[in-house]
Structures are given as structure tokens and as C-alpha cells.
């Protein structure tokens, strides 16, 4: 990557945080829960399946 992609990433991940920010208290647990079940269904493997060590 260069310098300008990576300032890109991080202006973009510095107006998502903002943006997260400025979300009401009840919004801002909507966001939570939902990242969370995301994480959760992606960090399960498949049937049949073993998880990687990583």
C-alpha cells in the first residue's frame, strides 16, 4: 500500500468512528449488537468443518 491509500483508510475510519460517535446511547447499542453477531457468525466454522489455529 502507499502513503495515500493508507491516509485514506485512516480518514475513512476516522469519520466512521465520528460518525459512531454522534449516534444516540440506543442507536450506538444497535451498532454493537449487531457487529457483534456478525463477528460471532463469521468466527464460527462450518459444519463439518475444523477452525484454523489463527
Known amino acids: 500500500m502507499d502513503a495515500k491509500t493508507d491516509q485514506s483508510d485512516e480518514a475513512q475510519g476516522l469519520r466512521l468512528v465520528r ?3 454522534s ?3 440506543d442507536k450506538r447499542a444497535e451498532v454493537i449488537a449487531f ?3 456478525l463477528a460471532r457468525a463469521q468466527g464460527q466454522p462450518e459444519a ?4 484454523s489455529p489463527t
Not at 463439518?48 to 477452525?51: C, I, K, L, M
Open 19 to 21: 460518525a459512531f460517535l
Open 23 to 25: 449516534l444516540p446511547p
Open 48 to 51: 463439518g468443518s475444523e477452525a
Open 35 to 37: 457487529v457483534e453477531e
